[in-house]
């Protein structure tokens, strides 16, 4: 069984950096992607990061090169926030998809099948 596990929410002010982890466990697979998205209530799941299995990544524009994502082997995701903004309150999720028959780049990874909880990140100005 395939589990996602956030941590490293909380609380900061503007300007400072949080490090997001994900634990996975029982995940195998050759061709992959790992990613990071945010919602915050009363809109739409936004796609912050992702990582495909060769080490790709792609960003949001909106991030504008502050977040750096993170994948250690197939168990640990990271997502370090750096110079935070009011903006980026929301609730964090970390997600894996469905073992590809190929590999798929980074910006193209679809078909998220597994996610955590969810980490709660507020900023203050």
């Known amino acids: 069984q395939v589990r996602l596990m956030e941590s490293g929410g909380g609380s900061a002010q503007a300007g400072r950096t949080l490090t997001l982890s994900c634990a996975v466990s029982?995940?195998?697979?050759?061709?992959?992607?790992m990613g990071w998205f945010r919602q915050v209530p009363g809109k739409e799941r936004e796609r912050v990061a992702t990582?495909?299995?060769?080490?790709?990544t792609y960003y949001s524009p909106s991030i504008k090169g502050r977040f750096t994502i993170s994948l250690w082997n197939k168990n640990l995701l990271e997502l370090q926030m750096n110079n935070l903004t009011p903006e980026d309150t929301a609730m964090y999720f970390c997600?894996?998809?469905?073992?590809?028959?190929?590999?798929?780049?980074?910006?193209?990874?679809?078909?998220?099948?597994?996610w955590g909880q969810g980490t709660q990140v507020t900023v203050s100005s």
């Open positions: 997600a894996v998809t469905r073992p590809y028959v190929s590999y798929v780049r980074a910006e193209w990874c679809s078909e998220f099948s597994y």
């Open positions: 029982g995940f195998s697979a050759s061709h992959y992607c």
């Open positions: 990582a495909d299995s060769r080490g790709a």
